[in-house]
């Protein structure tokens, strides 16, 4: 647990989950503690500071770094599977060389504990398909995937050549009602909501039997936090953690919300990141990461569909059926 000025550091703060990770943070370790960076940062945060920063500027990160006496870092900043696509080569740049600056700086200047956040786009199509185990053959077909995989090697070689506490988890898609994702193939999943509400009709760019493993944010974020507080001797994987809540596909997502919204109608038009959710894993074995520290997740699809509709409907104003 971070001593009471534990000063932490959340790059891409004002992400998808960043937004939801800081006010979490602020709350456990006071605001005082909080310090966040962007890329585009704005003053809307709970923390005590706001920097803009570039990742892929190490002189600029170290600087934020020294400024703030900062102590953990919670590096976040990445391109997502569907725009690394669009821009591979930037993709490559931010998500490996902003890595590849945090742990360097974090054995540069003894940064005490770092995460990082790593994605089921590390497996791909030779990967078995359900219940994906934590070691099995990786072989992801987008850039996306490519660095993700190659950060999760980079952290451990960090972690067994200069004892960096750096600690990972492979989220499965992200589904949350504050803030919206950006450039990600499970974004359908959060979409669907905001349109079924608003419009009572939406068109999936993934086809209609596409399955793939997800969770509530509330969910992630929790499950961020145990990590980063378990007893360091639990941690017994220091590439990143198969994590799981659910598992759904589009139609059976669009089953769930017509029980609210009954008009609700899901039409399916895939596009490119179909080709990316098929290289995915269906479902996720994450038996170490409840051995190891005790994960647990609290919301099913059903229960999440509950909270995200009457969430989304309070925010747009709207009225659905109670159920
Ligand atoms: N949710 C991410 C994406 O779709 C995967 O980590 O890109």
Redesign the pocket.
């Known amino acids: 647990m971070a001593s009471t000025d534990t000063k932490i550091l959340v790059i891409g703060a004002f992400g998808q989950l960043g937004s939801e990770l800081v006010p979490e943070l602020v709350k456990i370790y006071g605001r005082q503690n909080i310090i966040v960076a962007d890329i585009y940062p704005n003053n809307n945060t709970l923390a005590a500071s706001v920097e803009e920063l570039d990742v892929v500027n190490k002189k600029q990160l170290e600087e934020i770094l020294r400024k703030h006496s900062i102590a953990q870092i919670y590096h976040l900043a990445a391109l997502?599977?569907?725009s690394g696509e669009q821009h591979p080569q930037l993709a490559w740049e931010v998500n490996m060389q902003g890595l590849l600056n945090v742990l360097d700086l974090g054995v540069q200047l003894g940064i005490e504990k770092i995460f990082w956040p790593s994605?089921?786009?590390v497996f791909g199509p030779n990967s078995p398909k359900v219940k994906t185990p934590q070691l099995c053959i990786m072989d992801p077909t987008s850039i996306?995937g490519i660095t993700k995989l190659a950060g999760e090697r980079l952290c451990e070689y960090y972690h067994y050549r200069y004892g960096l506490d750096v600690r990972s988890l492979r989220?499965p898609?992200?589904i949350g009602y504050n803030a919206m994702?950006g450039?990600?193939?499970?974004?359908y999943a959060l979409h669907i909501f905001y349109e079924a509400i608003s419009k009572k009709s939406y068109a999936c760019f993934l086809k209609e039997d596409a399955r793939l493993p997800m969770m509530y944010m509330p969910d992630a974020i929790r499950a961020t936090i145990e990590l980063m507080q378990a007893p360091v001797e639990n941690i017994t994987v220091r590439t990143s953690y198969n994590l799981s809540a659910f598992d759904f596909t589009p139609a059976e997502i669009a089953t769930e919300i017509k029980k609210y919204i009954p008009d609700f109608k899901c039409t399916f038009a895939p596009d490119f990141r179909q080709k990316i959710a098929e290289s995915w894993p269906n479902s996720i074995d994450d038996s170490i990461a409840r051995r190891d520290w005790g994960w647990q997740e609290k919301y099913t699809l059903s229960t999440m569909t509950a909270e995200m509709i009457q969430k989304i409907s309070e925010k747009e104003n709207m009225v659905v059926k109670q159920i």
């Open positions: 997502l599977s569907a994605s089921i786009a996306y989220y898609g992200l994702p450039g990600g193939t499970t974004d």
